[in-house]
């Protein structure tokens, strides 16, 4: 379909979805699923002090970063206060344990049915995490004194109540998977931090006396969002020749044909931000247990310049690390030589592998100090700006660009497959 004169691309193409009746039932689909996340995200637990628990998280940064994940639903404690934050760490454990368990090596090797058999280990080992996370948090907020003192019944009930609501959540979220549009958990997670976005904008007009270092801070928030959709794009082309011999009749012949293989950046994606997250407030979490002068300077080592710099070299640290594992999953020297496939210059099997794995190390210099950089922006946009009452979350950020690009795409290849024209090239 041709693209109408003065509409641009992407209204054009929302247009083109919303007339196909199929395409349109599933990205209402995805809508109501998150309306029902945003709902049941505003169903709180019973015995919360709303006043104590706002303290707890102007005080402490890692409940800052759980409620990232939960999309605001724990600064309410609501029934799905711990989100999807479970799941996304049974799946890391998982993703890290495959290349060293012999058995999940051999269930990556299976094809669909392997990765549905390890999908489905990753939900059972969601559970008990999502118990034991839902435990410490409210052993954690009854010390901070958000939690009123409860009994062993009340305890479990709320323990149950935490788990079952991060089950419903990823549930809705292979939902959205299968009958929506885009990537159904990732979408969660956008979805909670744009609903706190009218409370970030309300914070600018209260700071509206710092008007030209809002102004500088919204600059920066563009470039930064655009420097995350160059690098989230961005890969490295390796030319890949087909041979292979077909016999008809009693002669032989053979058959050639040229591809490529797009080796990403930041194949990483956002994994080494959350890594390194948790290791920098690590000895702040510690430090709340105890007082005196180390336990002060840890609870407020988040606005000192060493804090900024560990952070930025655990991301480029942790941004290595992920990769390598994630290229050993690939198998890609494996597979090319399975299917026939090698690349002009280089031996097929080690020598491809060493060939591949030195072009993924140099790449991964670029992706890893860009995640390093977006992991300290909020310091550096803190202390060019001035304001410091509007929070840059780079995490954040990172998630939605990534979330955004990746349900354009879909809905781009939906249209494709209709015969519509799409909005990326």
Do not use: C
């Not at 019944?153 to 149950?160: D, E, K, P, R």
């Not at 609501?165 to 990537?183: K, P, Q």
């Not at 280089?346 to 210099?365: C, E």
């Not at 955004?404 to 990326?424: I, V």
Request: no cysteine; charged share 15%; net charge positive.
């Amino acid at each position: 379909m041709q693209q109408r004169r003065g509409r641009p691309r992407l209204l054009q193409a929302l247009i083109d979805a919303f007339s196909l009746p199929d395409l349109r039932r599933r990205i209402l689909f995805t809508l109501g699923i998150l309306v029902i996340f945003r709902f049941v995200a505003h169903i709180p637990l019973p015995g919360v002090d709303p006043a104590s628990l706002r303290d707890m998280f102007d005080q402490n940064q890692l409940l800052g970063m759980l409620d990232l994940f939960s999309g605001g639903a724990m600064r309410n404690f609501s029934i799905v206060a711990m989100g999807v934050y479970p799941y996304i760490t049974a799946s890391i454990i998982m993703q890290l344990m495959t290349p060293v368990v012999p058995r999940l090596q051999a269930l990556a090797r299976e094809g669909e049915a392997g990765r549905n058999k390890i999908n489905m280990y990753t939900h059972w080992l969601m559970v008990p995490l999502a118990a034991l996370q839902g435990y410490g948090q409210i052993v954690w907020l009854t010390r901070g004194a958000a939690i009123v003192e409860i009994d062993t019944l009340t305890t479990v009930t709320m323990v149950i109540s935490l788990s079952a609501g991060t089950v419903f959540l990823v549930w809705l979220g292979e939902l959205i998977t299968e009958r929506g549009i885009g990537n159904g958990v990732s979408l969660i997670i956008f979805a909670g931090i744009v609903a706190g976005l009218p409370e970030m904008v309300g914070q600018g007009f209260i700071a509206r006396e710092q008007f030209v270092g809002l102004t500088g801070f919204i600059i920066l928030a563009l470039a930064t969002i655009v420097v995350i959709v160059i690098f989230t794009e961005a890969h490295r082309r390796i030319p890949v020749h087909y041979s292979r011999s077909v016999f008809r009749g009693r002669r032989m012949y053979r058959q050639s044909g040229s591809t490529h293989i797009p080796l990403r950046v930041n194949t990483a994606g956002m994994i080494p931000l959350i890594f390194a997250g948790a290791m920098v407030i690590l000895p702040a979490t510690i430090a709340s247990y105890f007082t005196g002068g180390v336990a002060s300077f840890f609870q407020a080592w988040d606005n000192h310049w060493s804090y900024w710099m560990v952070f930025f070299l655990l991301t480029v640290g942790f941004a290595f690390f992920y990769t390598m594992i994630m290229f050993e999953q690939m198998q890609l020297a494996d597979t090319l030589q399975k299917q026939g496939g090698f690349v002009p210059g280089v031996r097929p099997g080690p020598a491809t592998f060493s060939y591949l794995s030195g072009v993924m190390t140099r790449i991964t210099w670029g992706g890893a100090l860009f995640l390093g950089m977006i992991a300290i922006m909020p310091f550096v946009a803190r202390h060019i700006t001035g304001v410091q009452v509007v929070a840059l979350s780079s995490t954040a950020m990172l998630i939605m660009v990534g979330v955004a690009l990746d349900t354009m795409k879909q809905l781009e290849s939906q249209l494709l497959m209709r015969r519509y024209e799409g909005f990326l090239k």
